[in-house]
Protein backbone atom coordinates (compact mmCIF):
# COMPACT_ATOMS: atom_id res chain seq x y z
CA UNK A 1 0.00 0.00 0.00
CA UNK A 2 1.16 3.25 -0.99
CA UNK A 3 0.95 6.36 1.82
CA UNK A 4 0.52 9.89 0.39
CA UNK A 5 2.00 12.09 3.00
CA UNK A 6 0.50 15.87 2.45
CA UNK A 7 1.42 18.65 4.64
CA UNK A 8 0.42 22.66 4.35
CA UNK A 9 3.24 24.40 5.56
CA UNK A 10 4.36 28.39 5.91
CA UNK A 11 7.87 28.44 7.08
CA UNK A 12 8.77 24.83 6.79
CA UNK A 13 8.44 23.27 9.77
CA UNK A 14 5.38 21.62 8.76
CA UNK A 15 7.09 20.25 5.63
CA UNK A 16 10.07 19.09 7.54
CA UNK A 17 8.12 16.97 10.09
CA UNK A 18 6.41 15.63 6.55
CA UNK A 19 9.72 14.63 5.37
CA UNK A 20 10.42 12.91 8.89
CA UNK A 21 6.73 11.13 8.61
CA UNK A 22 8.03 9.93 4.93
CA UNK A 23 11.21 8.49 5.74
CA UNK A 24 10.23 6.93 9.01
CA UNK A 25 7.45 5.18 6.83
CA UNK A 26 10.14 4.17 4.23
CA UNK A 27 12.05 2.44 7.13
CA UNK A 28 9.55 0.49 8.52
CA UNK A 29 9.01 -0.85 4.88
CA UNK A 30 5.65 1.55 3.90
CA UNK A 31 5.98 2.99 0.46
CA UNK A 32 5.53 6.77 1.36
CA UNK A 33 5.21 10.11 -1.28
CA UNK A 34 5.53 13.24 0.50
CA UNK A 35 4.23 15.90 -1.86
CA UNK A 36 2.79 19.86 -0.46
CA UNK A 37 -0.90 19.58 -0.12
CA UNK A 38 -1.59 22.30 -2.77
CA UNK A 39 0.07 20.22 -5.28
CA UNK A 40 -1.98 16.82 -4.58
CA UNK A 41 -4.83 16.77 -7.62
CA UNK A 42 -5.81 13.39 -6.96
CA UNK A 43 -5.91 10.19 -4.33
CA UNK A 44 -5.85 7.65 -7.02
CA UNK A 45 -2.59 5.17 -6.45
CA UNK A 46 -2.85 5.96 -2.56
CA UNK A 47 -3.86 3.47 -0.38
CA UNK A 48 -3.51 6.04 2.59
CA UNK A 49 -3.30 9.20 3.63
CA UNK A 50 -1.27 10.81 6.24
CA UNK A 51 -2.10 14.70 6.34
CA UNK A 52 -0.37 17.58 8.10
CA UNK A 53 -0.74 21.40 8.62
CA UNK A 54 0.60 24.17 10.19
CA UNK A 55 -1.67 25.94 13.41
CA UNK A 56 -1.70 29.91 13.09
CA UNK A 57 -3.87 31.32 16.03
CA UNK A 58 -5.67 28.34 16.45
CA UNK A 59 -6.50 27.69 12.74
CA UNK A 60 -4.79 24.97 10.60
CA UNK A 61 -3.43 26.00 7.40
CA UNK A 62 -5.70 26.91 4.86
CA UNK A 63 -4.37 24.79 2.35
CA UNK A 64 -4.81 21.94 4.52
CA UNK A 65 -8.12 22.57 4.68
CA UNK A 66 -9.21 22.81 1.49
CA UNK A 67 -6.93 19.62 1.11
CA UNK A 68 -9.40 18.03 3.32
CA UNK A 69 -12.87 19.70 1.98
CA UNK A 70 -11.28 18.76 -1.81
CA UNK A 71 -10.77 14.93 -1.17
CA UNK A 72 -13.38 14.60 1.74
CA UNK A 73 -15.09 11.48 -0.43
CA UNK A 74 -11.66 10.00 -1.34
CA UNK A 75 -10.33 10.28 2.47
CA UNK A 76 -13.53 8.65 3.63
CA UNK A 77 -12.57 5.85 1.45
CA UNK A 78 -9.28 5.09 3.12
CA UNK A 79 -6.95 5.20 6.47
CA UNK A 80 -5.99 8.95 7.28
CA UNK A 81 -4.30 9.89 9.83
CA UNK A 82 -3.98 13.83 10.22
CA UNK A 83 -1.60 15.97 12.36
CA UNK A 84 -1.05 19.33 13.43
CA UNK A 85 2.32 21.57 14.10
CA UNK A 86 2.73 24.57 16.45
CA UNK A 87 2.95 25.26 20.03
CA UNK A 88 6.37 27.08 20.56
CA UNK A 89 6.72 25.63 23.64
CA UNK A 90 6.67 21.60 24.75
CA UNK A 91 3.20 21.67 25.49
CA UNK A 92 2.28 19.65 22.63
CA UNK A 93 4.71 16.75 23.87
CA UNK A 94 3.73 17.49 27.82
CA UNK A 95 -0.01 15.27 27.28
CA UNK A 96 -1.91 14.87 24.27
CA UNK A 97 -3.23 18.36 22.61
CA UNK A 98 -7.23 18.05 21.40
CA UNK A 99 -7.18 18.79 18.22
CA UNK A 100 -8.29 22.36 17.47
CA UNK A 101 -12.17 22.56 16.77
CA UNK A 102 -11.92 23.09 13.20
CA UNK A 103 -9.05 20.42 12.97
CA UNK A 104 -11.55 17.87 15.04
CA UNK A 105 -14.54 18.56 12.62
CA UNK A 106 -12.57 17.61 9.75
CA UNK A 107 -11.13 14.70 11.48
CA UNK A 108 -14.97 13.14 11.88
CA UNK A 109 -15.72 14.39 8.28
CA UNK A 110 -13.34 11.83 6.88
CA UNK A 111 -13.14 9.28 9.25
CA UNK A 112 -9.82 9.98 10.83
CA UNK A 113 -8.00 7.11 12.67
CA UNK A 114 -5.89 9.68 15.16
CA UNK A 115 -4.38 13.10 14.95
CA UNK A 116 -1.83 14.32 16.97
CA UNK A 117 0.02 17.58 17.46
CA UNK A 118 3.39 18.43 17.48
CA UNK A 119 5.28 21.15 18.72
CA UNK A 120 6.45 23.95 16.12
CA UNK A 121 9.75 25.65 14.53
CA UNK A 122 9.78 29.32 14.21
CA UNK A 123 13.32 30.53 13.23
CA UNK A 124 14.33 33.48 16.10
CA UNK A 125 15.10 35.46 12.76
CA UNK A 126 11.62 35.31 11.32
CA UNK A 127 10.63 38.03 9.65
CA UNK A 128 7.03 39.50 9.20
CA UNK A 129 5.71 41.88 11.95
CA UNK A 130 3.89 39.22 13.90
CA UNK A 131 6.21 36.64 13.63
CA UNK A 132 8.89 38.51 14.54
CA UNK A 133 7.02 39.73 17.90
CA UNK A 134 6.81 35.97 18.33
CA UNK A 135 9.90 34.83 17.59
CA UNK A 136 11.79 36.83 20.28
CA UNK A 137 9.26 35.43 22.79
CA UNK A 138 9.04 31.96 22.05
CA UNK A 139 11.44 31.74 19.01
CA UNK A 140 13.42 28.24 18.63
CA UNK A 141 12.64 24.69 17.22
CA UNK A 142 10.12 22.70 19.76
CA UNK A 143 9.78 19.43 17.39
CA UNK A 144 10.78 16.33 19.30
CA UNK A 145 11.81 14.02 16.80
CA UNK A 146 11.27 10.54 18.62
CA UNK A 147 7.70 11.69 19.18
CA UNK A 148 7.13 12.32 15.60
CA UNK A 149 9.11 8.32 15.12
CA UNK A 150 6.90 6.76 17.85
CA UNK A 151 3.68 8.05 15.97
CA UNK A 152 4.71 7.14 12.94
CA UNK A 153 5.84 3.56 13.48
CA UNK A 154 1.71 3.47 14.80
CA UNK A 155 0.94 4.54 11.77
CA UNK A 156 2.65 1.59 10.15
CA UNK A 157 1.35 -1.08 12.84
CA UNK A 158 -2.22 0.16 11.94
CA UNK A 159 -1.41 -0.36 7.86
CA UNK A 160 0.07 -3.55 8.39
CA UNK A 161 -2.86 -4.59 9.95
CA UNK A 162 -5.19 -3.36 7.82
CA UNK A 163 -3.20 -5.28 4.73
CA UNK A 164 -3.12 -8.56 6.79
Request: hydrophobic content about 40%; cysteine-free.
Amino acid sequence: MKVLVAYASERGGTAEIAEWIGAELLRTGVDAEVSPAGDVTTLDGFGAVVLGGALYAGRWHREARHFVRHHAGALAERPVWLFSSGPLDRSADEGGLDPVPGVAKLARRVGARGHTTFGGRLDPGARGFLAERIAKRAGGDHRDRDRVRAWTDGIAADLRAVSA
